[in-house]
Each structure stands twice: as structure tokens, then as C-alpha cells.
């Protein structure tokens, strides 16, 4: 019955469950705003401030699990996308580190890691394997033990909110068998698309909205329609050009619904917001806010 942590840069979102089989139930959650400079690519900075903050929530929603599990989403992961030919884990581990200190210059203080998204046949007929490697630095993963630890957890598990969601489509038949799916996760400052084509993942696009909380709610819809489009766009050049593309919304729930409205009016592409996964039961009403930590949640 783990709880999970999701830290983003400006908010922590807390969601506590009991296991029941391959479904989690819902016991509480809740979502504690914080000042942006206590996160950063570097982890976490304020650790006493953000220590005295979860202690004194966790203590007054009467959260009471010992074990926990990590869902970081927030500046202090790197993604980058690398197609390498197909070769045992151990020796591509070694390729995807050379390949990210390289290209992105990182230094040997980072870890890094990966999953496989495709694997397909290359044109001299070898097998291709097409990566998502993820890096952060290790002061910036010890910071968020370090946390764990002050608050007396056991920590299991450390996930991030792109392979979270990654989990989510594949675990989601309906999903899976969507042409072209865009997943909008829609942060106070932040929005994250997701591509896939049938169920595989293609692409994370990030665009910061950090002006959205000073403008009209109408102005914030227009920022967040424009980057919708934008996705669409993009999808106009893949080869499944003309395919069925659906947009599912999810994060900020106040104003999806009328976010929704609007994209189907403008834009004329089907959407839909995000529905409860089958793998949560939640008694008070599913929440999108909560889509990364309820989809960390699933172990593969």
C-alpha cells in the first residue's frame, strides 16, 4: 500500500493506496503547491522547508503507509530519444550512456537509463531498437532519498512521468488502438504533450506556459490550444499522416471541460478527457491531476 510522491516544479501531488489484486483503491490524496525555486534541475533545494511542509500535510490528511514510490516530473530529468541496433541490455546501457554524454555534454556525474519503445528492422536488414533515455543528475536523485528517508519511508521505487504515461497507454486497450493519440498533461506552468501511434510511443513535446497564471482563463486556453495544434501539425507529417488522431486531456481539471469544448469547436479533432484508469477505484471522484502518480503505480 504504497504512497505515491509526483514532484513537479511547483507542486507536490500525494496519492495514498491499498493494493487489491492488479487494482489500487484510493485511499487520499492530496496536491501541496510549492514555491518553484525549491525544485530544480539540480533536485531538490529547500530540503528542511519541503520536509517541514510534507510532514505537517502528511500528518494532517492522516497519511499513514511507510512505503513509498517517485514520480519525477520536473526539470530535473533529460529526455532524448536515440535508435541503436538491437543488443543485449548491458551492452546498450553502456551505448546509451556514451551516446547522451556526447550529444548533451553531461558529465559522469549523471545516471542514466532507458526503456525500449520500438523495435523495428533496419534498411540493411539489421534489428533496430529506438530508446527513451532518460538522465539526471545523482545528487538530484540522492536529494529525493534523502526526503524520503527524513520522512521515515521506505522508498521502492523511482519513476518518471513520461514512462508513467508510457505504462498508461499501454496498459489501455482503447488507447492502444488509437491511430494517432495526442495526451495533453496540462501543469499550472507547463504542459507536456504525449504522441503515440497505436499504442507506441513516438514523442514528448514540453512547452512552458509560465505567463499562464498572470492572463484571462480564455488567453490560457488559446496557449494551451496553440501547442495542441502544434502537435497536430507534426502529426501531418508521419506516414500514418491520415490517420484517426484523438486528443485526451488531463491535469488541470478545472478547466478541461471548457478546454474541450473549444478544441473540438476549433480545432475539429475528436477529445475527450482522460478516464479513471481500470487499474484505480477511487470512491470521492477521479482527478486527472493525479494521472503520473496513479500510472506510476503500474510495475512492468
Known amino acids: ?12 501531488n500525494l496519492v495514498e493506496t491499498r493494493a487489491r489484486g492488479n487494482v ?3 485511499k487520499k490524496s492530496c496536491s501541496i503547491s510549492i514555491p518553484e525555486e525549491w525544485i530544480d534541475s539540480s533536485g531538490i533545494r529547500e530540503m528542511d522547508d519541503l520536509y517541514l511542509l510534507l510532514s505537517s500535510t502528511m500528518d494532517m490528511e492522516n497519511f499513514r503507509t511507510k512505503d513509498a514510490m517517485i514520480c519525477i516530473n520536473n526539470s530535473s530529468v533529460i529526455y532524448r530519444e536515440i535508435i541503436v541496433q538491437s543488443m543485449d541490455k548491458k551492452k546498450m546501457s553502456l551505448v ?5 554524454m556526447d550529444v548533451l555534454n553531461l558529465t559522469p556525474d549523471y545516471i542514466m537509463d532507458f526503456i525500449v519503445v520500438d523495435e523495428f528492422e533496419g534498411e540493411d536488414g539489421k534489428s533496430m531498437s529506438r530508446l527513451l533515455a532518460v538522465a539526471s543528475l545523482s545528487s538530484a536523485l540522492e536529494s529525493y532519498i534523502e526526503i524520503m528517508k527524513k520522512l521515515k519511508l521506505k522508498l521502492t521505487c523511482i519513476d518518471t512521468a ?7 497507454v499501454d496498459n489501455n486497450p482503447e488507447l492502444k488502438a488509437i491511430e ?30 509560465s505567463q499562464i497564471d498572470d492572463v484571462t482563463d480564455e488567453e490560457a486556453l488559446n496557449i494551451i490550444e ?6 497536430i501539425q507534426f502529426s501531418f507529417t508521419r506516414d500514418n499522416k491520415s490517420g484517426e488522431k484523438r486528443i485526451i486531456l488531463a491535469g488541470r481539471d478545472e478547466i478541461l471541460e471548457e478546454l474541450k469544448v473549444k478544441v473540438l469547436n476549433d480545432l475539429l479533432v475528436p477529445c475527450d478527457i482522460a ?4 487499474f484505480i477505484n477511487v470512491d470521492n471522484g477521479f482527478q486527472t491531476n493525479y494521472i503520473n502518480a496513479y500510472s506510476a503505480l503500474i510495475r512492468k
Open 180 to 209: 494517432q493519440l495526442i495526451l495533453v498533461d496540462i501543469g499550472r506552468k507547463q504542459l507536456r504533450l504525449y504522441f503515440f501511434e497505436l499504442g507506441k510511443y513516438i514523442l514528448t513535446r514540453n512547452a512552458k506556459i
Open 162 to 168: 513520461s514512462n508513467a504515461i508510457i505504462k498508461l
Open 226 to 231: 496553440d501547442n495542441i495544434n502544434k502537435m
Open 96 to 100: 546509451v550512456r556514451s551516446e547522451m
Open 1 to 12: 500500500m504504497p504512497i505515491v510522491f509526483e514532484f513537479k516544479n511547483d507542486t507536490v
Open 275 to 278: 478516464s479513471k484508469p481500470s
Open 24 to 26: 489500487f483503491d484510493v
